[in-house]
């Protein structure tokens, strides 16, 4: 069967699923509401401006953030033949952290300790067992580390609240502040017959928020790993149907939690471009069109990936890595953006190291600290 696909967004995700669909040959759109974006500048052809006709000239959607109500998604799909990937039921739990935070719960996965805070009465915070510091996380809209903030006493917590909008009626998630280890990420994608695809575990590393490196494998132990897989077979059951991806947190005390998912491909997940035998946006475009046989976990080479975030401001940019004497691949992709910009995400390195001889750590560091951009 033969149809078109229709990407919703024009950001680096979106780039890097048409990517894979053009690799396919696959055809599709992608909905732009913005001017001069990667997407435009890179497949103008298959950039759609109008939502209408963006509606009416594709089959099955698939996107790249949550930031989507489910009654705007409903709105997208004209007719019962038009399908969304993830499901609406599923996209549903992802749109709002709260709403992650309630499918947890009644899945019995272990995330830190949560409540929902609709004014700003502290001594119902102290009732439900937290105390300082605890986190305040914007329910939704958020993304790396914007709408997370770490409060440490009563007047932290005011002015905390009136950023993300408690005095205008929205409501907030206060949790636990955990003593982060390390943080994972793990992620499958699965279909509405139940077949699924398991992709690599891995370590993340976060500074104020912002992931700046990956790891493959992750260094945890095969139990920590049975952990994580067990979780995710619940989420399969829920039954959630898509691509998703969990980060999730490893305490001081070697317990695992659960800290958030998403509903799309992830930044975690960008070595798979290289270290895997195909990458999680093949793997959207695999799910969307059922040609060839899916492997049901994704085996993965020993990589790294290195974010890279802008150092400079302006249109004219380039990036400069340092030189690597070792025999591992090295493989950048630059995201096309029109202007570069401070913390801005101009990128991705992928280190693939094939016979394990080299210190993957050592190097990614290496590149993480010299690079220009
Ligand atoms: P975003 O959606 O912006 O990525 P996250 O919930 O992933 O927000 O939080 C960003 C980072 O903040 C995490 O990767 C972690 O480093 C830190 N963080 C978030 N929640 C907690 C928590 N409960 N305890 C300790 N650190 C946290």
């Given at each position: ?34 001017e ?63 709403f ?38 914007a ?35 206060v ?23 398991l ?31 067990e ?12 691509i ?124 993480f ?5």
């Amino acid at each position: 069967m033969t149809h078109t696909i229709g990407i919703i967004g024009d950001g680096q995700l979106a780039l890097m699923l048409a990517d894979s669909f053009k690799k396919r040959e696959q055809a599709f759109f992608c909905f732009s509401e913005n001017e001069n974006s990667s997407m435009e500048l890179l497949y103008p052809q298959q950039t759609l401006k109008d939502a209408q006709l963006f509606r009416e000239s594709c089959d099955v959607f698939t996107l790249e953030n949550e930031f989507h109500t489910v009654q705007e998604l409903e709105e997208l799909l004209l007719n019962k033949k038009q399908t969304l990937f993830p499901n609406l039921s599923s996209y549903g739990h992802f749109s709002n952290k709260i709403f992650q935070r309630q499918l947890f719960q009644k899945l019995e996965i272990p995330s830190p300790i949560w409540m929902e805070v609709r004014d700003p009465d502290l001594t119902k915070i102290y009732e439900s067992g937290l105390s300082f510091p605890f986190i305040v996380k914007a329910p939704a809209g958020g993304y790396d580390g914007k709408g997370v903030r770490v409060v440490r006493n009563p007047s932290d917590f005011n002015s905390v609240a009136d950023d993300f909008g408690l005095y205008h009626g929205k409501s907030l998630l206060v949790e636990e502040m955990i003593s982060i280890k390390k943080e994972l990420a793990q992620g499958f994608v699965r279909s509405e017959d139940g077949s699924f695809t398991l992709l690599p575990l891995v370590e993340t590393v976060q500074v104020n928020g912002i992931c700046q490196y990956v790891y493959h494998p992750a260094p945890v132990s095969q139990d920590i790993q049975k952990q994580i897989e067990e979780i995710l077979k619940k989420l399969m059951k829920a039954p959630l149907v898509g691509i998703f991806n969990f980060e999730f947190f490893l305490d001081d005390r070697e317990r695992v939690f659960i800290n958030e998912g998403a509903p799309r491909p992830h930044n975690s997940q960008h070595l798979t471009m290289d270290a895997s035998t195909f990458s999680q946006f093949d793997l959207v475009a695999m799910y969307l069109t059922p040609q060839e046989k899916i492997p049901s976990k994704l085996e993965t080479k020993s990589s790294a990936m290195i974010n890279i975030l802008g150092r400079s401001e302006g249109k004219e940019y380039s990036l400069r890595l340092p030189e690597i004497s070792s025999n591992i691949s090295v493989h950048t992709k630059l995201y096309g953006k029109n202007k570069c910009a401070f913390g801005r995400k101009m990128g991705h390195v992928n280190l693939v190291d094939e016979n394990q001889t080299s210190n993957l750590r050592e190097i990614a560091l290496k590149i993480f600290k010299e690079y220009h951009i």
